[in-house]
């Protein structure tokens, strides 16, 4: 089932939804880093796990059958709540706020604490994977040739420090449905990790571009997401 959603909602509703989720998605972040570092007593422990277990309950009573997916309103503004990486609505997102520019151009600075860790003190080198994905697609999503992950290629330099990071990508060519991108982490002292990749405009996507340009007479299709 597709998860590119259509929803008739107003740009302030977005916002008033903004408002009250991100908050929400904040909260169970400083969570999960307090359950990592607390040193409370046992009976402490018992008695968040009770609070935390009966907060979930109450969420649970009206849920979204499945994921978020990426919502659009008539506007063309789009709503990845639910992205492991920029998701406002998702306390596993760090999350980034990515600034874009229409040459293909991503970069975002961020904050990566203990809940990323992989080596002690270093971020797990799978997260670095997850954020360079998402950079250099957002990179190619900016310049107008948006695709899926086809192949994903990534260079540890050296350990890239838990705390403030930035991230960058930028396309470095197009060939037909194929962005190549290409992006890096860095601290405070340069790169930490290098990575290029190829993402491509699949089959049933240029179908499905094809069919709206159709019936939108050449307006283009939404590409912004938050
Ligand atoms: C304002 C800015 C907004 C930004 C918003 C955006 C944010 C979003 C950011 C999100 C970021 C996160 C993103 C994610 O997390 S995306 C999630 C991770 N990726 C996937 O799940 C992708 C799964 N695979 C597929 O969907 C398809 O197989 C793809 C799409 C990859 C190909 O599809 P399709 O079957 O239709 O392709 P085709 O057979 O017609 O081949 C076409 C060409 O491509 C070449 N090829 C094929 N496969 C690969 C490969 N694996 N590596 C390299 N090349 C490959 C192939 O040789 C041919 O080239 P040529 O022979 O013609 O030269």
């Known amino acids: 089932m597709s998860r590119y959603v259509q929803e008739d909602v107003s740009s302030e509703e977005i916002e008033r939804q903004r408002a009250l989720y991100g908050p929400l998605a904040q909260s169970v972040r400083e969570l999960a880093d307090a359950v990592i570092r607390t040193e409370v007593d046992d009976a402490e422990i018992a008695a968040a796990r009770a609070g935390i277990e009966a907060i979930t309950e109450r969420l649970r009573e009206r849920q979204i059958a499945g994921s978020y997916g990426v919502r659009f309103n008539a506007a063309g503004e789009g709503r990845a709540w639910g992205n492991a990486v920029v998701g406002t609505r998702n306390p596993v997102a760090p999350p980034l706020k990515v600034h874009h520019d229409s040459s293909g151009r991503a970069w975002a600075e961020f904050?990566?604490?203990?809940?990323?860790?992989?080596?002690?003190?270093?971020?797990?080198?799978?997260?670095?994977?997850?954020?360079?994905?998402?950079?250099?697609?957002?990179?190619?999503?900016?310049?107008?040739?948006?695709?899926?992950?086809?192949?994903?290629?990534?260079?540890?330099?050296?350990?890239?420090?838990?705390?403030?990071?930035?991230?960058?990508?930028?396309?470095?060519?197009?060939?037909?449905?194929?962005?190549?991108?290409?992006?890096?982490?860095?601290?405070?002292?340069?790169?930490?990790?290098?990575?290029?990749?190829?993402?491509?405009?699949?089959?049933?996507?240029?179908?499905?571009?094809?069919?709206?340009?159709?019936?939108?007479?050449?307006?283009?299709?939404?590409?912004?997401?938050?």
């Open 111 to 226: 904050h990566l604490g203990a809940a990323y860790e992989g080596p002690p003190g270093l971020v797990h080198g799978g997260v670095s994977a997850l954020i360079l994905d998402q950079m250099l697609g957002e990179a190619a999503g900016a310049g107008g040739k948006p695709g899926m992950t086809g192949t994903l290629t990534l260079r540890y330099r050296r350990g890239t420090p838990l705390g403030e990071l930035r991230a960058e990508a930028h396309i470095d060519r197009v060939e037909g449905v194929k962005t190549y991108a290409v992006g890096h982490v860095a601290d405070a002292e340069g790169v930490t990790v290098e990575a290029e990749g190829v993402f491509i405009l699949p089959k049933w996507a240029c179908r499905a571009l094809e069919k709206q340009a159709r019936e939108q007479q050449d307006e283009p299709p939404p590409t912004r997401f938050e």
